[in-house]
């Protein structure tokens, strides 16, 4: 049996030399663009008739627009709007990313922590301009809780400036390691399925039991990607919500 992590491993699939800069296309860049090209293909052709009666590709992705609206008007309020598209794209791709590496033979890009940590550092960074801009130097009250006695307050601004650190650090985790570790069980329940099957044949039950834990552990990774596509996104939500309306 492989070993389980192999299936993580980043290839090479061609390279280029451009302008001296050595720019490698691999499985997981290759993924990613599958990501973009697959959910863009997707709602362009459920939203193309823009029937009255919506069909089920346009009802899905009706929904899909719907759940993303309420999650960011929730968290964020009527002044998140203008972050409605940035919000939705981020949702879409990360909700596709997962459920792409769920078909046999492919990449999870999701998987990779330098994909997640990017995406993580872009919102990180992101959010803290549009704080700077709107508030200015009120930005920095932020560290200081409401309320606080005195003689905390250097305690505290340090515990709350550290946690405003780790977010990126914890948002990227997150999502990496639920990714990772799904599909290296999916991987250990499938190889123990194959070799209990090679030995004692397909119908012995004990190949039986591997190979319901494998579906219902399937059935476990779709929930875990559709759910951690969410959670990333809401926390984007949430942490778009104190930049711009602070404590």
């Excluded at 863009?40 to 009255?52: C, D, G, N, V």
């Excluded at 990313?97 to 919102?123: C, D, K």
């Excluded at 579906?215 to 949430?238: K, P, R, S």
């Amino acid at each position: 049996m492989h070993s389980p992590v192999e299936q993580f491993a980043i290839k090479v699939l061609f390279a280029l030399n451009l302008f001296g800069f050595d720019i490698q296309f691999t499985n997981s860049a290759l993924f990613m663009v599958l990501a973009v090209l697959v959910s863009a293909t997707f709602l362009y052709f459920a939203m193309a008739p823009a029937a009255t009666v919506p069909g089920r590709m346009q009802g899905l992705a009706e929904m899909l627009y719907e759940f993303v609206s309420d999650m960011v008007r929730s968290n964020v309020g009527s002044e998140g709007r203008p972050y409605f598209p940035f919000v939705f794209t981020l949702f879409v791709f990360v909700l596709f990313s997962n459920l792409l590496g769920l078909i046999p033979y492919s990449y999870t890009t999701t998987s990779q922590i330098i994909v997640t940590f990017a995406m993580a550092m872009f919102i990180f960074i992101g959010v803290t301009l549009i704080a700077l801009f709107k508030h200015g130097l009120h930005f920095f009250s932020f560290f200081v809780p409401a309320g606080a006695p005195k003689v905390l307050i250097p305690f505290l601004v340090l515990i709350e400036v550290i946690s405003y650190f780790v977010r990126p650090v914890s948002l990227s985790v997150r999502l990496f390691a639920n990714m990772l570790a799904g599909h290296t069980m999916l991987k250990v329940f499938g190889g123990l399925a194959v070799m209990i099957a090679s030995a004692g044949g397909v119908f012995v039950a004990g190949s039986i039991l591997p190979l319901v834990a494998i579906i219902g552990l399937t059935g476990l990774e779709i929930l875990v990607a559709v759910l951690q596509a969410y959670v990333f996104t809401i926390l984007t939500c949430m942490y778009l919500n104190d930049a711009l309306h602070l404590h």
